[in-house]
């Protein structure tokens, strides 16, 4: 199962192991700053911050699975099946395709706070990068040393949740897993303390 963390100590790091039997021809992929993305059904836009991460290029674009800027913002896209919701265009909203969400985000802001300004006039559409390329259901986790939160666009609409922990995995929605966690309060790297009997 893909998971996604991020780890904040006198640095910062952020990083996702990709869970996957089969290759899509990723490798390493820098967008310069000034590097122009066309978007499909939202205005065009002219990177403001280098980016780095894994994708796969398809006809000069990046299809990155996860990336971080030269400021320190970083995304990762994990499985969500069954449960992304992928919306028509709408007027009055930021229409970003599923596959154009890493680039857009990372392009255009430094900092989650900058980001959070913006965040609900997104909607993510049903547009597939191509005939053969349809979308992937996806959830993403945002970070930068500061804050993490997540990106969940459902039949409900578009959830963003503050994520205090800097992790996050596949399928089932974040509050799902953020609830199960207190399945794991007794965990501790030292040795269990005996809780049954003192005999």
């Known amino acids: ?42 205005e065009s836009f002219k990177t403001k911050y280098a980016i780095i991460g894994m994708a796969t290029v398809v006809y000069d674009y990046p ?3 996860e990336a971080c800027n030269e400021k320190g913002l970083c995304i990762a896209g994990l499985n ?29 802001f430094k900092e989650i706070e900058e980001l959070k300004k913006v965040i609900y006039n997104i909607n993510l559409i049903d547009v597939s990068f191509s005939e053969d390329m ?27 949740y503050d994520n205090e922990v800097g992790v996050l995995t596949n399928n089932p929605p974040f509050p799902y ?12 790297p030292n040795l269990p303390e005996n809780r049954f009997s003192s005999k």
């Open 134 to 160: 349809q979308l992937t259901p996806l959830h993403w986790m945002i970070s930068d040393e500061k804050e993490t939160i997540v990106l969940e666009q459902t039949k409900e609409g578009l959830n963003v």
């Open 80 to 108: 969500f099946p069954n449960n992304a919701f992928y919306e028509e265009v709408k007027k009055e909203k930021i229409n970003i395709t599923p596959f154009e969400l890493i680039p857009w985000v990372l392009g255009n």
């Open 1 to 42: 199962m893909c998971t996604c963390i991020n780890f904040t100590t006198k640095d910062y790091y952020f990083g996702r192991n990709l869970d996957l039997e089969y290759r899509f021809n990723e490798s390493v992929v820098i967008t310069p700053r000034e590097y122009e993305f066309n978007l499909r059904k939202a």
């Open 177 to 188: 897993h953020k609830e199960n966690l207190i399945n794991y309060l007794n965990l501790t």
């Open 63 to 65: 299809l990155y699975a």
